[in-house]
């Protein structure tokens, strides 16, 4: 299994502007899934965002705000957050998987097969 590291979290104020970055370990990098999922507190922790052979997924909660992006040279993903707003407060984990397509439509925790530690995401009003 693909091994995932996620940074660039961190407290930024509403309308700012926030890069995640998640590494990854293994040589087959480019064949995975990648996505973003994130939790706030007291929530369950919910799909942001995938990137897979099939195309680019986004969440009606973040679509058009946050663009994720990959470097299969540098078995990478970046997740670029623009006009961030309070409730984008989560912790967001980087996910692995090996399915092309997500299963009954919109993808879940269970499509993804390795994750990363997480990290905090805070937007101040």
Not at 59 to 81: A, C, E, H, P, W
């Amino acid at each position: 299994q693909v091994q995932l590291v996620e940074s660039g979290g961190g407290l930024v104020q509403a309308g700012g502007s926030l890069r995640l970055s998640c590494a990854a370990s293994g040589r087959t990098f480019s064949g995975y899934t990648m996505g973003w999922f994130r939790q706030a507190p007291g929530k369950d922790r919910e799909f942001v965002t995938a990137i897979s052979r099939s195309g680019i997924y986004y969440s009606d909660s973040v679509k058009g705000r946050f663009t994720i992006s990959r470097d299969n040279g540098k078995n990478m993903i970046f997740l670029q957050m623009t006009s961030l707003k309070p409730e984008d407060t989560a912790v967001y984990y980087c996910a692995a998987g090996v399915l092309a397509y997500p299963t009954g439509g919109s993808w879940r925790e269970s499509d993804f097969v390795s994750w990363g530690q997480g990290t905090q995401v805070t937007v101040s009003p």
